[in-house]
């Protein structure tokens, strides 16, 4: 019977495919085309990198868009929205771009419909895998809010859009309070006793998530990186509520609890050091456990400042970033021609691109981001690609062929960083109160 159900399953998928168009965009292509650098190696990666997410997407039936991460054929929200992110650089003078970009933000709207715990989806919008990260509820709020603030177009705020906004935040405003209010379990989730389910934690105003985005389960359920994403989101999402949607109730919501999760975050999310002072911790469980260290996939704690977070020469952000960027983070690895974060979801000592671009956007000076493009282009194993992770002393070792999302951040790090274009908007926090400012 199972194998009946799953021979459905994948009929029915291929058949959405089948049906999917190929995207075609000029504009991209020429980009990428005429894009000459005296380094030749640079010049390959970014015309590859650039184009990478019109390879990976396809317009569905239903006219919404579909970008698959790369080699796994289904829809990460976190990824996709990531994806899609550099191309908002052409989206005002491209028509064809920007319906593309449309087309993503309005079947992520659906997704959030169909199951807000879920992390990814196939084509026919069939959950793919339902692991609770917040920053699937968060990624395209800020999506839709920087398309709005890049090109001016309101019009992909819907009413199905704004259904999508409404299971975001009641899914965040339930899970302010887990312990008594939601019934989410997943079977990967362990205690610390390896124990089914997650360790206990007090209530902080946080949002508990059951899993990193790295698709790991968390160790203590209030991750630090995704409540900063989470801060950043519900002031778009207020901003959205009250400017275009003209509903003062759930702005007001979205501003009141933006304002609980950043308290969070400022009573239990930083913790002091003797080597660093004050720094924020990844993981917290309220009850003064807290974990140490940082994670290469996005949202990390070396990334507050590119989410909007906070500024990059911040007080605890400055000693955060001194620790991540040293071996006291345990997940911190250096080689010949590589030093960087990794992840515990791939192999020991593989250093991750999306760590190193992440260092390079958040870097203060030019000899930090020149340092870092030259390690991402000795991580080329010869197909001008950037993977999953890689073997920082031999680019040949590495993980997942085709990854989609550190591509698409490369062209963004590329453009910004080295081509003179402007920072892509992803929300406002200065009305916040930060440790030291």
């Known amino acids: 019977m199972r194998g009946l159900i799953a021979a459905v399953i994948a009929a029915t998928f291929l058949s959405c495919l089948a049906t999917a168009r190929a995207v075609e965009l000029e504009s991209i292509a020429k980009a990428a085309s005429t894009y000459n650098s005296p380094n030749n190696r640079l010049e390959k990666m970014y015309r590859a990198a650039l184009l990478n997410t019109s390879q990976q997407a396809t317009i569905a039936a239903d006219g919404t868009a579909y970008v698959?991460?790369?080699?796994?054929?289904?829809?990460?929200?976190?990824?996709?929205?990531?994806?899609?992110?550099?191309?908002?650089?052409?989206?005002?003078?491209?028509?064809?771009?920007?319906?593309?970009?449309?087309?993503?933000?309005?079947?992520?709207?659906?997704?959030?419909?169909?199951?807000?715990y879920a992390n990814a989806f196939t084509i026919d919008y069939r959950v793919w895998e339902q692991k609770f990260e917040l920053d699937s509820l968060a990624y395209p709020i800020i999506l839709s809010w920087s398309y709005w603030k890049t090109t001016g177009d309101a019009s992909i705020f819907t009413g199905d859009m704004s259904l999508g906004f409404d299971k975001a935040l009641e899914t965040m405003?339930?899970?302010?309070?887990?312990?008594?209010?939601?019934?989410?379990?997943?079977?990967?989730?362990?205690?610390?006793?390896?124990?089914?389910?997650?360790?206990?934690?007090?209530?902080?105003?946080?949002?508990?998530?059951?899993?990193?985005p790295s698709d790991d389960a968390c160790k203590y359920n209030y991750l630090i990186p995704s409540e900063m994403m989470a801060v950043v989101a519900l002031g778009d999402l207020e901003e959205i509520e009250r400017t275009v949607y003209r509903n003062l109730l759930k702005s007001n919501r979205a501003k009141t609890m933006r304002a609980e999760v950043q308290d969070g975050i400022q009573k239990f999310g930083e913790v002091f050091t003797p080597n660093y002072g004050y720094v924020y911790a990844y993981e917290v469980d309220g009850l003064g456990h807290q974990t140490l260290m940082d994670d290469a996939n996005i949202p990390s704690l070396l990334s507050a400042p590119y989410l909007g977070y906070t500024k990059a020469d911040s007080f605890v952000y400055k000693n955060t970033r001194r620790f991540l960027l040293s071996k006291d983070n345990p997940y911190y690895y250096v080689g010949s021609i590589a030093r960087g974060i990794g992840s515990a979801h791939t192999s020991d000592g593989y250093v991750w691109p999306l760590a190193l671009l992440i260092q390079g956007l958040t870097a203060t000076t030019e000899s930090e981001r020149k340092d870092v493009l030259g390690q991402l282009l000795a991580s080329d194993p010869g197909d001008h690609l950037l993977h999953e992770s890689f073997d920082p002393s031999d680019p040949m070792k590495f993980s997942r062929k085709d990854f989609g999302w550190p591509n698409a951040l490369f062209s963004e790090f590329v453009m910004t960083s080295f081509n003179g274009a402007a920072t892509l908007p992803m929300g406002n926090t200065s009305d916040l109160e930060f440790r030291g400012e």
């Open 173 to 212: 405003e339930r899970e302010q309070d887990h312990a008594h209010n939601s019934k989410y379990a997943h079977r990967e989730m362990r205690d610390d006793n390896g124990n089914p389910g997650p360790n206990p934690i007090a209530y902080t105003g946080m949002i508990w998530t059951g899993f990193r």
């Open 68 to 116: 698959k991460t790369g080699d796994i054929p289904a829809e990460w929200l976190r990824d996709a929205s990531a994806q899609v992110r550099p191309y908002l650089f052409f989206a005002k003078n491209d028509i064809k771009v920007a319906g593309l970009l449309r087309g993503i933000i309005a079947r992520e709207g659906k997704y959030l419909q169909v199951d807000p």
